[in-house]
T-cell receptor, first 117, second 112 residues
Framework: KAGVTQTPRYLIKTRGQQVTLSCSPI?????VSWYQQTPGQGLQFLFE???????NKGNFPGRFSGRQFSNSRSEMNVSTLELGDSALYLC????????????????FGPGTRLTVL | QQQVKQSPQSLIVQKGGIPIINCAYE??????FPWYQQFPGKGPALLIA?????SEKKEGRFTISFNKSAKQFSLHIMDSQPGDSATYFC???????????FGQGTTLQVKP
């Protein structure tokens, strides 16, 4: 089974621009979560989607948004980029929670390295 | 209450040693505690996970010890190898959510 794929792998943008990152989950997985990883703040949760609905959201400004499509693929968008948005953006997929499946394992993709100049 | 505190920040051991990484949490609603391993340029990969109704879990050379009353859990790597050199993250999650709260990470170096 193919793993989680993220595109593009590397991206360079300038302040004020916007960016869209893509994530394709493992086949059959319906839940997709996004995380931001920086040396200073570590791994921080952005949001989680399940069956095209946002189920959880982290403490990030409204410039960060996402969506999930009917095939479970997900995109996240960052508008009006700031220097501090430079980070590794990670996507994780899982089967999705049903009653009794509290140990649903999340599998991470390789990430998209975003550099904001 | 949402934090997971991880220590040490970095660790150097000799091959064959047993590095121990510790994590502590406060939110008693957490009921799933995974450990992830991350190599440079890669995404985190799940190593082993535990639920609070179990005090210890072993998978290969990796062992999680869990102390529910102290709200602490730790990762032990038996017979460590240079290939284990990586960054390790503990995490916690509330039941039926996909939101993982990560510790700050521990960079492990295993010397040959």
């Amino acid at each position: 089974k193919a793993g989680v794929t993220q595109t593009p792998r590397y991206l360079i943008k300038t302040r004020g621009q916007q960016v869209t990152l893509s994530c394709s989950p493992i086949s059959g997985h319906r839940s997709v979560s996004w995380y931001q990883q920086t040396p200073g703040q570590g791994l921080q949760f952005l949001f989680e989607y399940f069956s095209e609905t946002q189920r959880n959201k982290g403490n990030f400004p409204g410039r960060f948004s996402g969506r999930q499509f009917s095939n479970s693929r997900s995109e996240m968008n960052v508008s009006t980029l700031e220097l501090g948005d430079s980070a590794l953006y990670l996507c994780a997929s899982s089967l999705g929670f049903r009653a009794g499946r509290a140990t649903d394992t999340q599998y991470f993709g390789p990430g998209t390295r975003l550099t904001v100049l | 209450q949402q934090q997971v505190k991880q220590s040490p920040q970095s660790l150097i051991v000799q091959k064959g040693g047993i590095p121990i990484i510790n994590c502590a949490y406060e939110n008693t609603a957490f009921d799933y505690f995974p450990w992830y391993q991350q190599f440079p340029g890669k995404g985190p990969a799940l190593l082993i996970a535990i639920r609070p109704d179990v005090s210890e879990k072993k998978e290969g050379r990796f062992t999680i010890s869990f102390n529910k009353s102290a709200k602490q859990f730790s990762l032990h790597i038996m017979d460590s190898q240079p290939g284990d050199s990586a960054t390790y993250f503990c995490a916690a999650r509330r039941s039926h959510t996909g939101k993982l709260i990560f510790g700050q990470g521990t960079t492990l170096q295993v010397k040959p």
